[in-house]
């Protein structure tokens, strides 16, 4: 009899300890890492948009790498830099509500900068997971991924740049085309396109060449070409310059474009153009951040 006594006694104590553990466990569902299953993958789209003068709306993608949860909603960090990398806004978190299906990849947000006339990068991380089963994760040591709003104004490698925010990751995330930023313009400096030059002075060249609007919809106000000259050597003897060029071009349109004025003649044999920025009729703006340059020379 105390012999079955004793092991009613040892079951209970097991039961008992069993049920504590259970509980606790349901006391903390949240799991810590250094990094959430909700990623931003390499080559991530970024797309923004301005609101107005004071804010600036972007969206981005996002992908699940879990291979069994379902995202309910999340946390995403995030702020801003100027043109010299240093933070011109506060460090924000807003939280999302999406689905996203695990190895499923979407365009989430949007979620909203402020001062867009001085902002040039955006740093964002994913700080924080909630699932559909009850489970969340916190990052711990979030990794930045970072976009390029204003290629032509920055000063400053984006890697290097250091705040208390939290650590960076390598320049992973990449411009969508046709929203803010591209690796090239609709409009292009055509293959063959000829170029006129005239010489205005002693020290004084003017250029004009074609440039073509690619875009099938869209028509073109202005664009901004960046060029430099080389010597005879093919020796870069100027800076990289900028101008403005007022010019509508229609969808697929090849027109001449205005005169570019080039200095130190005498000493100029080569000039590089290339299309840095395009604004079009419907307010939109591409930037171009891998520009392709151009070239003519002569004796």
């Known amino acids: 009899m105390d012999r079955r006594m004793k092991i ?9 300890l069993t049920s504590m553990l259970v509980l606790l466990i349901s006391c903390i ?14 080559g991530s789209w970024g797309t923004w948009k301005k609101v107005s003068t004071k804010r600036m ?13 379902t995202v309910r909603s999340f946390n995403v960090t995030y702020y801003t830099c100027d043109a010299y990398g240093y933070q011109n806004a506060q460090t924000e978190t807003v939280t999302l509500t999406q689905k996203i299906k695990p190895y499923e990849t979407v365009e989430v947000g949007p979620i909203y900068l402020s001062d867009p006339q001085n902002s040039c990068l955006v740093y964002v991380a994913i700080t924080k997971v909630y699932y559909t089963n009850g489970t969340s994760e916190t990052n711990s040591d979030p ?31 990449t411009p969508k085309p046709s929203s803010g930023s591209t690796a090239s313009a609709s409009l292009t400096i055509p293959s063959g396109s000829r170029a006129s030059l005239k ?59 205005p005169e570019i ?24 703006v591409e930037n171009v951040s891998s520009p392709s340059y151009k070239g003519w020379y002569w004796d």
Request: hydrophobic letters at 30%; aromatic letters at 12%.
């Open 199 to 257: 010489r205005v002075s002693t020290r004084r060249y003017s250029i004009r060449f074609d440039v073509k609007n690619t875009h099938p919809s869209k028509t073109v106000t202005s664009y901004d070409i960046s060029f430099y000259t080389c010597d005879a050597y093919g020796n870069q003897n100027s800076s990289v310059e900028k101008t403005t060029l007022t010019q509508k071009i229609k969808p697929y349109e090849t027109i001449t474009c």
């Open 29 to 42: 569902p949240e799991a810590l890492a250094a990094e959430t299953a909700l990623d931003i993958p390499n």
């Open 261 to 284: 004025f080039l200095e130190n003649a005498a000493y100029v044999y080569q000039a590089y153009f290339a299309v840095t920025r395009v604004r079009y009729s419907d307010g939109t």
């Open 8 to 16: 009613i006694t040892m079951l209970k104590r097991m039961l008992a």
């Open 143 to 173: 990794n930045y991924s970072y976009w390029i709003l204003n290629e032509d104004d920055l000063m400053v490698d984006p890697s290097d740049i250091t705040s208390s925010a939290s650590r960076y990751s390598s320049p992973t995330a």
């Open 57 to 69: 709306s972007f969206t981005f993608e996002v992908k699940n790498t879990n291979s069994s949860k």
